[in-house]
């Protein structure tokens, strides 16, 4: 296996009034791809975002570790620098903020990035081509008025132009059409030969996997790890579903 870039071990977590993730522990190395797996509301986007450092969660037992260091208590932003990003399920509208504006900043805080605006523009640019995105996106305001497609896309923008050690990818397939699909896909293609970063995909069926080389694919159920397995084990996810991990559940069977 390859060094160990996110370590979580023994994850309790939920809202301040709902318990939601119950004794999660997994690994991932440094350059693999990892799947998360299993039915609607099973706590897959929960571990995404508690592993990103939302607010809105409240970690009650376990450790988060980030490229050897323990980030279960730092903010989000702070994780962000040290090189974790989340793509939202449903990102959010950003009035008045116009999108290239957005790019600029959040590069700027990131000392590994920070290039002049001439190279800026040229590199923004370079990947808006390779997503297929006019420069008009460039100039409307973050998100706002976007299909769910579009919205994708900037996400793949910003993970690009960002190269972080660690993707998160919570359910970016969802909603698309075909040709967003296959745009979205080649952004995380991208990600992979031109970044070398670690990916790990959230997602309840098999089609945004068909391009991608799985290490390592993790099954979760009502907020436990139930199975984990070889990147085959999707193959079996997609011919019988989750009913075999839901009864595994029920029996309190753990990975």
């Known amino acids: ?3 160990q870039l996110l370590r979580v071990s023994g994850l309790s977590a939920g809202t301040e009034d709902k318990p939601i993730l119950h004794n999660v522990s997994l690994t991932v190395g440094a350059g693999e791809t990892h799947v998360l797996m299993g039915p609607n509301g099973a706590g897959k986007s929960t571990l995404g975002h508690v592993i990103m450092g939302d607010p809105a969660y409240v970690v009650n037992n376990g450790t988060i570790e980030f490229d050897g260091a323990d980030v279960t208590n730092e903010s989000a932003d702070k994780r962000s620098l040290a090189g974790i990003f989340l793509s939202y399920q449903a990102p959010v509208e950003v009035p008045g903020v116009p999108l290239y504006s957005y790019l600029r900043t959040i590069t700027q805080k990131r000392p590994e990035l920070k290039m002049t605006a001439r190279k800026f523009r040229a590199r923004v640019g370079e990947i808006a081509d390779q997503l297929d995105m006019g420069s008009s ?4 305001e973050l998100n706002v008025g976007f299909s769910g497609g579009e919205k994708k896309k900037i996400e793949m923008l910003q993970l690009l132009l960002l190269r972080p050690k660690l993707a998160i990818l919570d359910e970016t397939d969802s909603g698309l059409d075909v040709d967003a699909l296959s745009v979205v896909s ?10 070398d970063g670690a990916l790990l995909v959230i997602t309840h069926n098999t089609r945004i996997l068909e391009r991608l080389s799985v290490d390592r694919t993790h099954v979760i159920v009502h907020g436990r790890l139930v199975a984990e397995g070889p990147g085959s084990l999707i193959d079996d996810i997609d011919a019988h579903g989750f009913e075999q991990f839901e009864r595994a559940a029920e029996a309190g069977e753990g990975a």
């Not at 080649?186 to 970044?195: F, K, P």
């Open 1 to 3: 296996m390859a060094n």
């Open 137 to 140: 996106f460039l100039t409307r």
């Open 186 to 195: 080649r952004g995380i293609e991208a990600y992979r030969t031109s970044c």
